[in-house]
């Protein structure tokens, strides 16, 4: 079975601050993970996702994740937060049998100016 | 603009009625995902249909159906709403059903139950 954790249900950070949000993943099979973003009243975004190969996976708006194995975890970065980075970011964990997405409970990101 | 349209945005309607949500896919996608999105649940994974066939069941209620046109675009029929089942209700669609495959999410429709 598939499952998918995120830490951390509110996280605020100031504008320029890294940002890391935490998303730990429960999976029988080799996962393939996926970030997405939803603004206000829009539909979810695609940042980046993992399937194969390197662990270090860079996505789009400066975000990147890199997939740990050891620890089970997929976790969202970026370098330096922008205002416009106010949103909310779901991480997906995709089933062995199909393409169903399990998502997490999101994590509500606010910058601070 | 994800190129998958849904339609109507907004829907307000009283417990026991029924309605229908329209779904279009982006151009040359053969899977459609359906989600429910609800403050309580999160995002649920309701059904998938792939190139008119039904591929893939999740936690959907017997009083929702959906299908696949020859068209390709999708509909999701709720009946016998009730209060709980206000929520947002988006749409994905992928090129395949093969795992892994990226799904496109459209702008959903907010149905509201009273």
């Known amino acids: 079975a598939q499952s998918v954790t995120q830490l951390g249900s509110h996280v605020s950070v100031s504008e320029g601050a890294l940002v890391l949000l935490r998303c730990n993943y429960s999976?029988?099979?080799?996962?393939?993970l996926f970030w997405y973003v939803q603004y206000p009243n829009q539909g979810l975004q695609l940042l980046l996702k993992?399937?194969?190969?390197?662990?270090l996976v860079k996505g789009i708006n400066g975000f990147e994740a890199e997939f740990k194995k050891s620890e089970t975890s997929f976790h969202l970065t970026k370098p330096s937060a922008h205002m416009s980075d106010a949103a909310e970011y779901f991480c997906?964990?995709?089933?062995?049998?199909?393409?169903?997405?399990?998502f997490g409970t999101g994590t509500s990101l606010t910058v601070i100016p | 603009d994800s190129g998958v349209t849904q339609t109507p945005k907004h829907l307000i309607t009283a417990t026991g009625q029924r309605v229908t949500l329209r779904c279009s896919p982006r151009?040359?996608?053969?899977?459609v995902y359906w989600y429910q999105q609800s403050l309580d649940q999160g995002l649920q994974f309701l059904i998938q249909?792939?190139?008119?066939?039904?591929?893939a069941k999740g936690n959907i209620l017997e009083r929702f159906s959906a299908q696949q046109f020859p068209d390709l675009h999708s509909e999701l029929n709720l009946s016998s709403l009730e209060l709980g089942d206000s929520a947002l209700y988006f749409c994905?669609?992928?090129?395949?059903?093969?795992?892994?495959?990226?799904?496109?999410f459209g702008p959903g429709t907010r149905l509201t139950v009273l």
């Open positions: 994905a669609s992928s090129v395949g059903s093969g795992r892994g495959n990226e799904q496109f």
């Open positions: 999976s029988s099979v080799p996962p393939y």
């Open positions: 993992y399937t194969t190969g390197a662990t």
């Open positions: 997906a964990v995709s089933t062995n049998t199909g393409n169903q997405f399990y």
């Open positions: 151009s040359g996608d053969l899977s």
């Open positions: 249909y792939y190139n008119g066939e039904e591929r």
